[in-house]
């Protein structure tokens, strides 16, 4: 069993920064690929980044590429996402979710745990 708690979201302008930490209990992160999703309001929940600490491959949703930087601190059970020229439409609920083996890591199919999800708003 993994717990996941998602933290750093808040208000923020647009141009600006924040980054979202997932810190996990139970488990080590190790033995799991670790996701971001994102939902808007009014809009499913889609994609955002995903990290594989088998392979150490990062992966991004399209719109994110550039912008956003996924990664971990295995020390402190961590994941972290940084979030750099914020838009208004980057605002969401942020959430971080575990998968103990998946291959696609763009679906949440693939995610067995997920958090409750962190605020993120940017005003325009």
């Known amino acids: 069993q993994v717990h996941l708690a998602e933290s750093g979201g808040g208000l923020v302008q647009a141009g600006g920064s924040l980054r979202l930490s997932c810190a996990a209990s139970g488990r080590t992160f190790s033995t799991f690929d670790i996701g971001w999703f994102r939902q808007a309001p009014g809009k499913e929940r889609e994609f955002v980044a995903a990290?594989?600490?088998?392979?150490?491959?990062?992966y991004y949703a399209d719109p994110m590429k550039g912008r956003f930087t996924i990664s971990g601190d295995n020390a402190k059970n961590t994941v972290y996402l940084q979030m750099n020229s914020l838009k208004s439409e980057d605002t969401a609920v942020y959430y971080c979710?575990?998968?103990?083996?998946?291959?696609?890591?763009?679906?949440?199919?693939?995610?067995?745990?997920w958090g409750q999800g962190t605020q993120v708003t940017v005003s325009s």
């Open positions: 990290i594989s600490w088998s392979s150490g491959f990062t």
């Open positions: 979710a575990a998968a103990s083996s998946g291959s696609y890591l763009y679906m949440e199919r693939e995610y067995d745990y």
